[in-house]
Every structure is written in structure tokens, then in C-alpha cells.
């Protein structure tokens, strides 16, 4: 129905930077928002970043000033460019859409199958 691909993790030292970038596809009818949550051992999966299609955001606390995200509408797209890495953003990355297929009349949220972020020295 509705597939997303993340690219972009790796391992980073602290205070260095790396982009994320998510796409989806598939028979999709509209997207509402696409966004990044974390997960870390041992530990709830939480959101990072959100942004809606008319362009409303939210962060984290954690991120704020550090983590910018954006979307390309037209590509189904979105992007989180993350600044001042720290340790405690180790954890994988996963891309999220609230999406309605186009063989449902409702939409659902849909994942990646996530990108590994290591910031260590």
C-alpha cells in the first residue's frame, strides 16, 4: 500500500551533523504529516520531528535548535537535518506517515524499516 525508504544514518562523531531523507511510495491518496521517531535499547520509541502539509511542526524538547526538519510535498518526501549531534542521539531512526491509501477511505499511520544513528567518539 504505502512503503517508506530512509537513507542517510551512520556513525558521527559528537557535535557533527547528518541528514536524513524518507520517501514514500505506493497508491497513496493523500499524506497528512510524515515525521522521524527514535528508538534506543531498551528503551519507548519517541518522536523526534513532524511536520504537517501545511507546514505545522513539532519537535522534541531534546532536539529543538539542533534538529531541523522539512518535506518536499511533491516528492512525498522529508527530510531531518541534524545538527550538534550528541551520544544521546544514538538510536534508530524511523520515517512515519499518516497516510491514506487509495483502496481505504481513512488514513493510517505507515513506517520505515528505520536507520541506524551512532554518535560516539
Known amino acids: 500500500q504505502v512503503q517508506l525508504v530512509e537513507s542517510g544514518g551512520g556513525l558521527v562523531q559528537p557535535g557533527g551533523s547528518l541528514r536524513l531523507s524518507c520517501v514514500a511510495s505506493?497508491?497513496?491518496?493523500?499524506?497528512?504529516?510524515m515525521g522521524w521517531y527514535r528508538q534506543a535499547p531498551g528503551k519507548q520509541r519517541e518522536l523526534v520531528a513532524t511536520?504537517?502539509?501545511?507546514?505545522?511542526?513539532s519537535y522534541a524538547e531534546s532536539v529543538k535548535g539542533r534538529f531541523t526538519i522539512s518535506r518536499d510535498i511533491a516528492k512525498n518526501a522529508v527530510y531531518l537535518q541534524m545538527n550538534n549531534l550528541k551520544p544521546e542521539d544514538t538510536a534508530v531512526y524511523s520515517c512515519?506517515?499518516?497516510?491514506?491509501?487509495?483502496?481505504?477511505?481513512?488514513?493510517?499511520?505507515?513506517w520505515g524499516q528505520g536507520t541506524q544513528v551512532t554518535v560516539s567518539s
Open positions: 512515519n506517515a499518516i497516510a491514506r491509501p487509495t483502496t481505504v477511505i481513512f488514513s493510517l499511520p505507515f
Open positions: 505506493g497508491s497513496i491518496f493523500s499524506i497528512n504529516s
Open positions: 511536520m504537517t502539509t501545511e507546514g505545522t511542526t
